[in-house]
Every structure is written in C-alpha cells, then in structure tokens.
C-alpha cells in the first residue's frame, strides 16, 4: 500500500444532521465509521503525522462499536452480548482499522463452545486463510462486518486469543458488506434456541 500524507484542516463543513432509524432496518447506520474529509484534506498545510491520525481513526472506530454494542443488545431482552471494545489501525494507513465489538460462545452442529469475536472494519478487504489475514484492502467507503473463531495462543503464557484455524481453514463464520446482513448473523450466534432463531430470522 502506497504511503499517505495527512493534513488537518481548521473547520468542519456543515452536516445535515441525521434523522433517527429503527434498529431492525437500519442496523449500525447511526454507528457507521466515520472517516470524515476534514480531517485529512489538502486545504490546510499542517500535517498529521501517522500517530495523530491514529488517534483520530481509533475514537472513531471505538465510537462505532459502543453503538454497535447498544444497538446489538436492543434487539431483544433475551440475546446480550459482553462490550469488549477495541480496535487496531493499519501501520501503513493509519486511517483504516477495525474495532472489536463483542466476543462470545457459539455451538454448531460439529463444533462445540466456538469463541468467536464480532468487528467492524472501515474498509472491506479479502480474508484469508494465513498469517496476512486481509487481502486486497479496499480503502474505500465501504465497511466490512465480520466474526472470526479465536482459540488461547499456543505459548500459554498469555491470555492472548488467536484466530482459531482449524475451524473452517481462515476461523471466519461470516463477513459482510452489508450492515442487514451483519445484523441477523449475529444476533443469531448470540440466539440460544430455536425461538430466538425464529425471531432474529423474521427480520425483515
């Protein structure tokens, strides 16, 4: 990825402001990554450095998932999920990065207790099944939601979670571009009988 020259700018411009939406249709919106031009445009001279626009983005990243968080737990009395917010930027556009929301377990029909971890990216990218994890990054508008299998590191020296391979060869149970999609998959990794499922599938 080609290196990235960051300028501030003095003001932001004027924003609409953004009417409510139901939580069922309009899953995230409000909680969408913001990646707002004014704080990297060439209209100023001063330039961030990669530190400062670090910051910038993990607030923002760490924003989109609190609300995220709220949002996943308004759905319905009986599907909770812990708030384990943190994120990570890209060292080499540290305005791209992506924030972990929730962390929880999940049985499927040949697996049992699945640890599995839910983050919003603000680019979409290819998952891979190596070290590497994203290919081909897109920095573009478009978000990525996704959840991965993570297992206790190898050393056993840390607590440190990895991404758990041996499940499905890459440990991605879903990644979406589609912020509906994220909804109901989630929801229904976190719904622990069949009429929760019926309930979270009825999503219209």
Same mark, same amino acid.
């Given at each position: 990825?080609?290196?990235?020259?960051?300028?501030?700018a003095?003001?932001?411009?004027?924003?609409?402001?953004?009417?409510?939406?139901?939580?069922?249709?309009?899953?995230?919106?409000?909680?969408?990554?913001?990646?707002?031009?004014?704080?990297?445009?060439?209209?100023?001279?001063?330039?961030?450095?990669?530190?400062?626009v670090?910051?910038?983005?993990?607030?923002?990243?760490?924003n989109? *998932?609190?609300?995220?968080?709220?949002?996943?737990?308004?759905?319905?009395k009986?599907?909770?999920?812990?708030?384990?917010?943190?994120?990570?930027?890209?060292?080499?556009?540290?305005h791209?990065?992506?924030?972990?929301?929730?962390?929880?377990?999940t049985?499927?029909?040949?697996?049992k207790?699945?640890?599995? *971890?839910?983050y919003?990216a603000?680019?979409?990218?290819?998952?891979?099944?190596?070290?590497?994890?994203?290919?081909?990054?897109?920095?573009?508008?478009s978000?990525?939601?996704?959840?991965?299998?993570?297992k206790?590191?190898?050393? *056993?020296?840390?607590?440190?979670?990895?991404?758990?391979?041996?499940?499905?060869?890459?440990?991605?149970?879903?990644?979406?571009?589609?912020?509906?999609?994220?909804?109901?998959?989630?929801?229904?990794l976190?719904?622990?009988?069949?009429?929760?499922?019926?309930?979270?599938?009825?999503?219209?």
């Amino acid at each position: 990825m080609s290196m990235f020259r960051y300028y501030a700018a003095n003001k932001a411009p004027e924003q609409s402001p953004v009417p409510a939406a139901a939580v069922h249709t309009n899953f995230l919106r409000t909680g969408r990554i913001s990646r707002k031009a004014e704080d990297w445009v060439e209209a100023e001279r001063r330039f961030l450095t990669y530190e400062e626009v670090a910051a910038r983005t993990g607030i923002r990243l760490e924003n989109a *998932g609190k609300t995220t968080h709220q949002r996943l737990n308004k759905f319905h009395k009986n599907i909770r999920f812990p708030k384990i917010i943190f994120h990570k930027t890209l060292a080499a556009a540290p305005h791209l990065g992506y924030v972990h929301v929730t962390a929880s377990k999940t049985d499927f029909a040949e697996y049992k207790d699945v640890t599995w *971890g839910f983050y919003i990216a603000n680019f979409s990218a290819e998952i891979t099944a190596d070290e590497k994890f994203f290919n081909r990054i897109k920095p573009s508008s478009s978000r990525m939601y996704f959840a991965v299998a993570m297992k206790n590191g190898e050393n *056993g020296k840390t607590r440190q979670q990895v991404i758990n391979r041996d499940f499905r060869e890459n440990g991605v149970l879903f990644s979406t571009t589609d912020p509906k999609a994220a909804l109901k998959n989630v929801l229904l990794l976190g719904a622990r009988n069949a009429e929760l499922r019926r309930i979270v599938e009825a999503i219209g």
